[in-house]
């Protein structure tokens, strides 16, 4: 290696190029879902901090009678 301009001259290094993957097997099928009866509505909530810093969800705990 030699000096040019005061730089070291640059070692040129392979290409790393990782093997290829092995192709993946299909994701098995999932069940059907089970058939809903009555009423009952899905109830969605988001978890959020209270005061203390403790993450609750109470307004799902509510309607849920807990």
Do not use: K
Not at 2 to 7: A, I, K, N, P, S
Not at 48 to 56: I, L
Request: glycine content about 12%; charged content about 25%.
């Amino acid at each position: 290696m030699g000096v040019v301009g005061g730089w070291r001259d640059e070692q040129f290094v392979e290409a790393l190029v990782p093997s290829p993957l092995p192709v993946a097997s299909p994701a098995p099928a999932l069940p059907a879902p089970a058939a809903r009866t009555g009423d009952d509505g899905v109830l969605f909530d988001v978890s959020r901090p209270d005061a203390s810093g403790r993450v609750t969800a109470r307004a799902l705990r509510g309607r849920l009678g807990r």
